[in-house]
């Protein structure tokens, strides 16, 4: 599987972007999908997940009530609205896939993205 992410951008504080990590390959499976953030000088931290049927949905609690996951399986695609943001969102985001069980677990996920930047500037 091939994960493709774009949708980053430079944004003032307190707009927003929408993420998009479109999967190609062998997009049969019922992957769950995960974003993740770098920012400058900080180990990767998880941000949401969202299980195949969207029956399991997780969020860190920086980004709970601010960001939105959703998919859309048919165009094997998921989503990341952010909203209200802050220059304490500015990081480099990767999307990630696994196969099998919902995980927050960074070392779980099979397949990432190379990433987009996002740059929240105040």
């Known amino acids: 599987v091939q994960l493709q992410a774009s949708g980053g951008g430079s944004v003032q504080a307190g707009g927003s972007l929408r993420l998009s990590c479109a999967a190609s390959?062998?997009?049969?499976?019922?992957?769950?999908m995960g974003w993740f953030r770098q920012a400058p000088g900080k180990e990767r931290e998880f941000v949401a997940a969202?299980?195949?049927?969207?029956?399991?949905?997780y969020y860190a609690d920086s980004v709970k009530g601010r960001f939105t996951i959703f998919r859309d399986n048919a165009k094997n695609t998921v989503y990341l609205q952010m909203n209200s943001l802050t220059p304490e969102d500015t990081a480099v985001y990767y999307c990630?896939?696994?196969?099998?069980?919902?995980?927050?677990?960074?070392?779980?996920?099979?397949?990432w993205g190379q990433g987009t930047q996002v740059t929240v500037s105040s």
């Open positions: 990630a896939a696994k196969v099998g069980g919902t995980t927050t677990r960074e070392s779980e996920y099979d397949y």
């Open positions: 390959g062998r997009t049969s499976g019922r992957y769950v």
């Open positions: 969202i299980s195949w049927n969207v029956g399991w949905i």
